[in-house]
């Protein structure tokens, strides 16, 4: 029997060890953690729609309408008006002939790969993609090759030298959740029609966030249907509320439907939660000022990181990505300046392995529209103090 203290005593003194901040109220800029006051640069609601007064009300209404959980999963009686039109909306935001929801993005990236891949066939995953990526090629009984990241000609060597039996997928996000870059994705497309292999995107950070209207990584780049077929996206980050879906054509979506286990054996989200996420995209796709405010607070901290001397990244695209990551290297180092930041009133998550490779540990910053620039100085004051 494994020794549960012993493994936990190992995790401490790793530095590892994890626990879970209780907030007291709504995901906002200015949150209440363990009874502190502190402003958070650590949440994935980029564009402020998680406490937005018209996605509560619209959660409200839902609730009222349809009740508090949907009682069922999607295939028996749990399929509610509002989840149909959430899918049918989100399929027009991407552009794609249909979307079906399922009830966490993990649950999408497992369901996706699962239904498609067959024991043995070939996945290749970029190392940096998000772990229900890495996960989902295993569970799928598939071989997972895990290339350098973003790194198009290795993963072309690999396609082209490795077996070409049974299908090949390559998988990746589309904007790295712990590294805030892009996937190169012009040149991935381009592998994957070469190599006559699958492309999934998991653009959780993408879209409502970059791209024209907000239409994320596949935006950016002018993607369609016809070069990524398989796209996931959440809609618990920019989307502010909770669930995730699969875009692609009528074929993959009945496919999904009919065989992805974590969609069929699963209770729908509560029908209320699809009516707030309906009214997220709404303010997301229209309101374009919450891009361009993000943009502006994301590109003052990079101006102020740089002439501080930190080590942020150069941003990749303009409007830059509201993920920036300070790599300060061991779990140690992250740990004290977290702690640091936390005296000062501001909470920021210290990154760690597994989540990032080892040696990379790291504060990731993140920003919202809901931030002030106020608020922006005030973390570059801090940083200057603690680390420079
Ligand atoms: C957050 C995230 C997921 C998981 O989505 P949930 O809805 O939170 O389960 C999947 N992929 C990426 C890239 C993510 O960042």
Known sequence: MIDLEGRLRQRRLDRL???????DGPQAAEIVVDGQRCVAFCSNDYLGLANHPAVVAALARGAERYGAGSGASHLICGHSRAHHELEERLAAFTGRPRALLFSTGYMAN??????????GDRVYADRLSHASLLDAARLAGARLHRYPHNDAAQLHSRLRDGDADGQRFIVTDGVFSMDGDLAPLD????????QRAWLMVDDAHGLGVIGPGGTGTLGHYGLGVDDVPILVGTLGKAFGGAGAFVAGSEALIETLIQFARPYIYTTALPPA???????????ARTEGWRREKLAALVERFQRGARQLGLAVPAPETAPAVPIVPLIVGGSDAALAAADALR???ILIGAIRPPTVPPGSARLRITFSAGHTEEQVDRLLEALAEILC
């Open 17 to 23: 060890y994890r626990s879970r901040p209780v907030l």
């Open 273 to 283: 939660v699809a009516c707030a996420v309906s009214a997220a995209l709404e303010l």
């Open 187 to 194: 040149r991935l497309v381009a592998l994957a029609r070469e």
């Open 343 to 345: 005296k000062r009133g």
């Open 110 to 119: 497992l369901g996706a790969l699962g239904a498609l891949a067959q024991r």
